[in-house]
Structures are given as C-alpha cells and as structure tokens.
C-alpha cells in the first residue's frame, strides 16, 4: 500500500511556511490548484512560444505547498491521497499539460522517498519537500535503453562510504531548474543489467551539464533537456537498498506515473473539450459553425465517449492503488498498464476528433482560444512517454501468467 492512500488532505504547516496563503489562512487543495493555473495561463505564450520552464507556476507550487502533496502532515506536508494526486493532475491539465507533467513526475518522485528512504535522509528531504525548497527531476532514461525501465548501463562506482555519478540523460523534465535528481544506475555489485539502483543527489552535489537544445513538437513547456551529471554523494542517499530499483518500479514508479501522467493527459483533452463546447454555445463564436449539423453532433459525442471511457478506467485504477492491493500481480499490472495505453491513444483520438469537429479556424489555427493545435501536439507525446509498444509487450507476457483472465 502506498502512503498516497490512506492519508486525507490536511491542514497547511504553521508559521509562515509556503503552504499559507497571501492573507496567511491556509488555502484548501483548490485554491492552491488555482494559484498554480493562474501562473500557468499567465505565462502560456511566453512557456509555449520560447520552450522555456514555467518558472512562475513552479514557484507557485512551492508558495503553494503543493510540491509537498504526498508528504505527510507529521513532516509538514499536505498528507494528500492518490486521490488528490489524480485530481490535481487533472486540474492542471486542463490548462497546461507540461504543468500537470510536471507536477505529477515530482510527486511520483517524492512518493519513492516518502515509502524508501533511510531515516535521516528521508526526514530531511519530506521537510524540504513539505517547505517547497525541493523540486525533484527524475533520470531513468538512457541512451542505448530508451526508456527500459528496468535497466541501466551507467555503472555507480562506490568508494568509502561514497557513491559517484557519472550518468547521461537524455531527457530530463525541468533539469536546469530541479533542486534534486532521483537517478537510476547500475548497481555497483551488479552481475546483469537490471540489477538497478536509485539514488537521490542534491542539486549542489553535481555537476550538471546541458547536452544539447529542447525544440520538440509538443510539451514545450516542460523544457525537458539533456544532461550530463557527475559527482560523488554520501552512500546514505541510496533510495532502498542497492539493486530493489525493481521494487520501487512496481510499487511507485510505475503506478503513480500510469495514474499522474493519464489524469494529466485526460485534464488536456477535457479542458479542450471544454472550450470547443464554450466557443459553440456562444452566440458570437459559433456564427461560423452549423449547431444543427448531425456530423458536428456525433463527432461531440464520440470525443466525450472517449473521455468518458478514459475516466471511468483512470477512477478503477485509482481505487485498486489506493485499496492497498499487491500491485504486483498479474491482473494489477495489466490494469495499470491499460490505464496508460488507453488514456494515451484516447486523449489524443478525441481531441483529433475536435479538430475535424470545428475545421480549420478553430481547430488547426494556433491562435483559436479552442487551443486544439497546441493540445494536439502535446498529447502526442502520450504515446511516446514510456512507448505504448513496450508496455503491450510487457502485457502479452502478463497475459500468458494469467490464463484464467481474473480482472483486477
Ligand atoms: C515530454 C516528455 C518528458 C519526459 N521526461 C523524462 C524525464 O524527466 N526523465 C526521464 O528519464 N525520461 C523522460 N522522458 C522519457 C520517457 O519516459 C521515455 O522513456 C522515452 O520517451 C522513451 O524514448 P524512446 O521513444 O526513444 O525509447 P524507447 O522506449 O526505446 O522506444 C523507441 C522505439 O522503439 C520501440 N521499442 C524499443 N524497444 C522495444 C521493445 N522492447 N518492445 C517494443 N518496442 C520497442 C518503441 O516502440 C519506440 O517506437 C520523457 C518523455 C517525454 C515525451
């Protein structure tokens, strides 16, 4: 069971800490979630145009304390559920996928700490977190793997009571900004490639360099960079033991991240569904558009059904990680995966489906309010981020454990 869920959203920490509001009172999850979408939608041009990190939406989730949502209230966190994580995610989708990405990634990450960090290291960064003072990237991917999870080729060499980074990473969401890294790498008594190990470095223990430009087609706003890092850190600041990085994976990595990034992703499409449905039921938008038309109607209906769809499995899927169940059978697995595989494809299918809905204007021009173009190309990403092919792979496999097809 993750600590995610069974904790309820409580009160912000006292004393003047990010989580307290302007006027000092301590702000409910929605009034957080609203800091952060303001700060988001202010800067979206200026994030989108130039491919740049939403710093100031980042500094509202710190202010905000929303960087601490799976901290404990004991450690000065918000003690959020999966639940909140879910609907957080969603929220902030709803104006920016790159923010809810963002957001969802970190709490993935902060939740590895809360459930495997050695005490001392873990009450360190929990207060971090919980103050805001600790944005977490995350580095799994690697050249020559691609995003094979469970494996890593960068050997972590130990010396006396030390570890040294010497890691590449291909893509690294908010690394020029991120306060800390959740790194894998190869285990130092390794004898196979999945012998894995995660370990957590300061910002200030490495040295991080820039390999190369971010231009994607999407998700720009997520600055998500190559890096070199390099550096020595304190044997402690291993994440469970040597070699559990599989452990971490089944019980945190991989559901919180299926849960995070398919809330993210189905906040994108019904916040774009949202504002076609505004634009036609305005009398001044919709001149352009036929309401009467049986074409338009049914492509609505199908774009919903999709996203309906999508809700329905991320809320099953939500309510098994958060019953506690051991995720690590079959049937979970599958569920987990599906989760992702779906919400991928139907995300992107119904806001594809919006562009042929509303035509040209206001489905393909960048600057419609509609923002299909933009939502478009982001989602596109969906696909791609942990591919759809590895995951089906891994299911054929799981498929064949679980002959008497048991639905989780
Ligand atoms: C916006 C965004 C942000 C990201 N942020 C981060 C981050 O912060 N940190 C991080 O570590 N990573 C990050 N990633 C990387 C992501 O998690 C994936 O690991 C990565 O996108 C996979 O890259 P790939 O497509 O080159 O590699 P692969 O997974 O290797 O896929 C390459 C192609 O090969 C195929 N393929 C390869 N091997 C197999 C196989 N065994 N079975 C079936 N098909 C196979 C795939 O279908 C795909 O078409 C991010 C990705 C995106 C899109």
Redesign the pocket.
Known sequence: MTSATAKAVGPAPDGGTPAEGRDGSTPDLGQRIAAVTRAAEEHLDETERDAVFPEHALAEMRRTGLLGLLVPVEYGGLGGTVTDLVDVSMALGRTDM?VA?ILA?HCQQSEAIVRYAASGLREELLRQLASGHLYL??????PG?????FRSYAPLREGEDTLEINRT???????TVADGFLITMRSPQATADHHVSLVYAHRHQLRVEGAGVWC?M??RA?H?VPLTLTGTIPARQVIGEHGAFHRIAQSVFGPLAHLGWSAAWLGTAAGALSRVLRLLRDPAGRKRLDLGSELLMTRLSRARARLDTVHALLRRTEALVASGADLSAASSQLLLNNLKITAAEECYRAVDLLVDAVGLRHGYLQDSPTRLEKTLRDLR?AV???????L??ADGQLCLLDPGVRFA
């Not at 793997?145 to 999870?149: P, Q, T, V």
């Not at 990473?169 to 690394?175: D, H, K, L």
Request: charged share 10%.
């Open positions: 790159s990405m990634m990237a995350s580095v799994t991917t690697e793997k691609g995003g094979h999870l990473a291909p893509i690294v969401t908010g690394g994607p999407g998700m997520s998500s990403s791609l981020n942990y591919s759809n092919d590895r089906h792979l």
